[in-house]
């Protein structure tokens, strides 16, 4: 999957000379944890993913839907359950159930429907999606500049501890430039 930052603004941020390739590793995996913090601190998806799988104890208020944590949500796939007799059962899009892909998205039965009786408990609602900004163009320049900031602090700071120095948990500004887009759920 393509990060958010390519390794050359990575690199020209961090002003290092582009053709020097010799930590490339190193500065990639920064990326992914960069963006893995950022996802972790928004609820947001930075990267395509598809098939991810949501399980649910059950279908949740018919009123407000069923929350699904991932944003943005670009297709639901399947919606399955297990009935009150545990047979696994599948709904269908638009007769049995509509997207509001509205952040946040939600799962409601479709119009002049409801949820059908589940067993309830770990895994009877199960609902596959696609998720996840599709390109590094969709993906906000205060997010984007977030990362820059994790990337610089951790590849400056490679220790965990910094003798002589105030250690700060996150870098000046990351959650000034990540509170904006945070998913907030209640």
């Known amino acids: 999957m393509p990060e958010p930052l390519s390794l050359?603004?990575?690199?020209?941020?961090?002003?290092?000379?582009?053709?020097?390739?010799?930590?490339?590793?190193?500065?990639?995996?920064?990326?992914?944890?960069?963006?893995?913090?950022v996802e972790g601190m928004t609820g947001l998806l930075l990267?395509?993913?598809?098939?991810?799988?949501?399980?649910?104890?059950?279908?949740g208020n018919a009123d407000s839907g069923l929350r699904l944590p991932a944003w943005p949500v670009r297709l639901v796939s399947d919606v399955t359950y297990l009935d009150t007799n545990g047979e696994g059962q599948v709904l269908t899009a638009g007769d049995d159930w509509r997207l509001?892909?509205?952040k946040p998205a939600r799962l409601l039965p479709a119009a002049g429907t409801c949820w059908p009786q589940v067993l309830g408990g770990p895994g009877s609602v199960i609902v596959t999606l696609n998720a996840?900004?599709?390109?590094?163009?969709?993906?906000?320049?205060?997010?984007?500049?977030?990362?820059?900031?994790?990337?610089?602090?951790?590849?400056?700071?490679?220790?965990?501890?910094?003798?002589?120095?105030?250690?700060?948990?996150l870098p000046n500004g990351v959650e000034r430039l990540v509170a904006?887009?945070?998913m907030w759920w209640v």
Request: aromatic content about 6%; overall charge negative.
């Open 8 to 37: 050359d603004d990575v690199k020209e941020a961090l002003r290092l000379d582009l053709s020097d390739t010799s930590e490339d590793g190193y500065l990639d995996a920064l990326c992914s944890a960069a963006r893995a913090a």
């Open 47 to 59: 990267v395509p993913i598809a098939g991810m799988e949501l399980i649910f104890d059950d279908f």
């Open 100 to 102: 509001v892909a509205k």
């Open 132 to 169: 996840g900004y599709a390109t590094a163009t969709e993906v906000s320049p205060a997010l984007k500049q977030a990362m820059h900031l994790l990337i610089g602090n951790w590849y400056r700071n490679r220790e965990a501890d910094v003798i002589g120095a105030t250690a700060l948990e």
């Open 180 to 182: 904006p887009h945070r």
